[in-house]
């Protein structure tokens, strides 16, 4: 059985059915504590628990700050 601690951090893509086992849907990814974590999102607006715009207009839902953003072209700016 899969242990969500030891997992690394995973982007999900649209073409992933994410992860039964551990009841991960398609769009979170496992951050580096184990955590499941949304994906970055476009929006008109910054969604209530955005934690961080990236370059390329996402909002992020980092719980941290190492690896924010870092598939969207770097952090812009932090909330």
Request: glycine share 8%; charged share 20%.
């Amino acid at each position: 059985m899969k242990q969500a601690g030891v997992l690394p951090p995973y982007y999900a893509t649209e073409e992933s059915e994410g992860d039964e086992e551990l009841d991960i849907p398609h769009t979170d990814y496992i951050n580096s504590s184990g955590e499941a974590v949304p994906l970055p999102v476009y929006m008109n607006e910054r969604p209530p628990n955005a934690t961080a715009q990236c370059y390329n207009g996402a909002y992020s839902f980092s719980k941290s700050r190492s690896g924010t953003c870092s598939k969207e072209g770097g952090v812009a700016e932090w909330y």
